[in-house]
């Protein structure tokens, strides 16, 4: 009817003299026929194909075809002669929606192909509960759960979050989450969703979760593999009801999003980790350094009262009566001085035996299959087992001169305490001759054992402040590097915000402001101090240019210029002053978290912009901003749960359909919506309509085959538009009052 009807037209059209235009604005036109792409018509066609010249334009485009007449076997191979056709079946209503909505529908072979991406395969629950015998498969592209309340959809958003391991963002998002998996899934509930990865190459993954046990990864060969489901996943998110306005009230949370347009550098992530270890442990091994020099100075304090008591026994001749006892004290000094030094090699070899056998998986004829240079990477097999073979030699020979060491000072020392026995009777009567002339000989021995243990203690603690200064000055060189490691992270973010504005021009603009969250030093200056320090939180929050390493400086030189730097009250200054070395060490470790800002344009369009900052936006204009966010290409498949949820009707139309319909050939998209805009607008590729079957309290959600599919199938497209237009008569009431 649509040809006669238009034939006819065209008839009066020409009988009347028109312009052709007339007949290509008729309403019953709706595909044409073109030998090539759109780009290469002729210059007086292109603008009409492309709906931009004046006179020809249409309120819907004409969906334009590869549909020459193919007259030969040859004729299949050329470009003009075919392209594809997006329909759930191939049907009369399946090419007239794909007419109605050629650029979603409609794909030329001079096109560019769709990109590949991770997608969700399917989804299945072993379970006698509520989800018990479900199976989805999804489609690449837009997917649409629909349904009545407490038809499940909420319940698969939250499979998903779970079988991946993905934990939620908001404290409300939590509590859902957390009760769907207890109350709905229930604990022997098995989840099990498929994945097909494309980088580094095509496979297909399985990913299984018991509830409440963790996730586990499994190959195309049945493999368990000892990675998470991210790892396989890359770039997914998942949302639920009403987390986007949760999220948008925490600005580091909003931080986060940012890493999504960030490339991964495993190495840059491996410095930072080892850099933050070495700090870390410079900072044990400085105090330690700082607690032995400060035994060893209070040790040396009484050295000189020792020496001076020591003195005036000498002048009274009590040395001499006890000459043979000194010899032997000083005898037993050396050999404590011979058994301290040899114990760091008793240690070493301890150390060095528990690296043995050497590791040597790298080496393996998997590990070096393919790889350039095999044959000379092989060769090092034979290196590494000489040097293991020379290492135990040496340590072996170690061992031996330790054990031969330890004998003879054990020797050594066997004799002189012979010798101290030897000499006891005679020491015990020059004590008693002693105690007569009113001399107390045992505190000399005393005060000569103390002199004597205190002595190498010079030398130690030369040797300790020496070591301090050099880990001191390697502490120096690791700030400078983490500082340079900091703002290179920084600027990674700020790219990836500019690139966000950049991609979103009079939509969105983000800004990150460098190391705004406090919270870590506060929660460290609570742990690390304590008390009252109201007035120091209160200080830092304030302070715009904060800077950890100026206040770890400050705290070392003192109250006076920490109340001078930061405006911190003298009381709560000379706590932090007086803390002790750590805190500062600690202080200038910490990575404070940079805040993210966002502000959307609110303005009305084709205006001047009008930015609002997010916390000066309702909470429907909070998750608008986050939408655009999300909708920004990735890799990873976007899972919302009721993505309309405080938003208007014409953001959706206007703000998330477009960007949907743009992005889908790129990444997969599961929304659970009650919006009919998002599935219809949208024009997605699959519609899953959820129901709830059998009796009240043993019900179970079900989606049987003729609720799945896209619009163009008549059984979805009436559930349509019985779930999210009310039914025909509401929506044929709504057209009449709009006058349409």
């Not at 930015?611 to 976007?638: C, F, I, M």
């Not at 163009?712 to 559930?719: F, G, I, N, R, Y």
Request: hydrophobic fraction near 35%; include cysteine.
């Amino acid at each position: 009817m649509s040809r006669i009807r238009l034939f006819k037209h065209a008839l009066r059209a020409l009988q009347a003299g028109q312009a052709r235009s007339a007949i290509w604005r008729h309403p019953d036109l709706q595909a044409c026929s073109l030998p090539g792409p759109i780009s290469g018509a002729p210059d007086d066609v292109r603008p009409i194909l492309e709906n931009k010249n004046p006179d020809y334009t249409r309120e819907r485009h004409v969906a334009v075809l590869n549909c020459q007449d193919v007259r030969s076997p040859e004729d299949l191979s050329k470009t003009a002669t075919s392209c594809y056709v997006k329909m759930t079946a191939p049907t009369i209503e399946g090419l007239r929606q794909a007419f109605l909505d050629p650029g979603s529908r409609v794909r030329l072979l001079s096109d560019p192909a769709p990109e590949e991406h991770i997608e969700f395969l399917g989804l299945a629950w072993e379970t006698e509960g509520f989800l018990r015998g479900c199976r989805l498969h999804f489609n690449e592209n837009l997917n649409v759960l629909i349904g009545g309340r407490g038809s499940g959809k909420s319940t698969i958003i939250e499979s998903l979050r779970y079988v991946l391991g993905i934990e939620p963002i908001g404290e409300d998002a939590k509590r859902v989450h957390n009760g769907i998996v207890q109350g709905v899934l229930r604990s022997g509930t098995k989840i099990s969703l498929a994945v097909q990865s494309y980088r580094p190459d095509k496979r297909l993954f399985v990913i299984e979760r018991t509830v409440p046990s963790p996730p586990r990864v499994i190959d195309d060969k049945g493999n368990v593999l000892p990675i998470k489901p991210l790892d396989v996943v890359r770039g997914v998110a998942v949302f639920g009801q009403n987390e986007l306005s949760e999220l948008a009230r925490s600005p580091e949370k909003l931080t986060a999003l940012l890493h999504r347009f960030i490339p991964t550098d495993p190495a840059h992530d491996t410095k930072v980790q080892e850099l933050s270890d070495a700090l870390a442990a410079s900072r044990n091994e400085i105090g330690d350094c700082e607690d032995k020099i400060q035994k060893d100075q209070e040790a040396l304090a009484a050295l000189p009262g020792i020496q001076e008591t020591l003195k005036r026994y000498r002048e009274a001749g009590v040395e001499e009566k006890l000459k043979s006892q000194d010899l032997i004290i000083k005898a037993e000094g050396i050999v404590q001085a011979a058994k301290e030094s040899l114990s760091p090699f008793t240690r070493v070899t301890g150390d060095l035996a528990a690296l043995f056998p050497l590791s040597q998986d790298f080496l393996s004829d998997e590990a070096l299959e393919g790889l350039p240079a095999q044959a000379e990477l092989t060769s090092l097999r034979g290196t590494f087992s000489t040097f293991e073979t020379a290492a135990k030699n040496a340590l072996k020979a170690l061992q031996t001169a330790v054990e031969m060491a330890e004998k003879a000072i054990g020797e050594v020392a066997t004799k002189v305490a012979s010798e101290k026995t030897a000499t006891q009777a005679d020491y015990e009567k020059t004590l008693r001759e002693l105690q007569k002339e009113r001399i107390d000989g045992s505190e000399f021995i005393r005060l000569l054992q103390d002199s004597t243990r205190l002595g190498p203690l010079n030398d130690r603690l030369t040797k300790a402040q020496q070591k301090l200064h050099e880990q001191l000055q390697n502490r120096r060189n690791e700030l400078a590097r983490w500082e340079d490691l900091k703002r290179e992270r920084y600027q990674r973010l700020e790219r990836a915000a500019k690139k966000v504005s950049k991609e979103l021009p009079g939509r969105l603009r983000v800004t990150v402001a460098y190391g705004g969250n406090r919270e870590p030093l506060s929660t460290l200056l609570k742990q690390a101090v304590g008390g009252r320090l109201s007035e120091t939180i209160a200080a830092i929050s304030e302070k715009t240019d904060l800077s950890v390493s100026a206040l770890a400086v400050a705290c070392r030189q003192g109250a006076a210029v920490i109340t001078k730097e930061f405006g911190i009250p003298q009381t709560q200054a000379d706590r932090l002053a007086q803390a002790g070395s750590k805190l500062p060490m600690l202080i200038e470790e910490l990575e404070l978290p940079h805040i993210t800002e966002i502000e959307l344009n609110v303005g009305p369009e084709n205006a001047p912009p009008e930015w609002r900052k997010l916390d000066q936006l309702s909470t429907g204009q909070k998750a608008t901003a986050l939408l655009y966010l999300l909708l920004l290409e990735s890799e990873g498949p976007l899972v919302v749960d009721q993505p309309e949820d405080n938003l208007d009707n014409r953001f959706i139309s206007e703000g998330v359909v477009p960007k949907v319909r743009s992005e889908k050939r790129r990444r997969q998209f599961i929304f659970s919506t009650h919006n009919a805009n998002i599935p219809v607008l949208g024009d997605a590729e699959l519609i899953l309509a959820m129901r709830v079957v059998g009796e009240a309290g043993d019900g179970h959600a079900d989606v049987p085959p003729e609720n799945m599919g896209a619009i163009d199938k008549k059984t979805v497209a009436s559930l349509v538009e019985e779930i999210l237009e009310g039914g025909k008569e509401a929506f044929e009431t709504r057209r009449l009052k709009y006058g349409f």
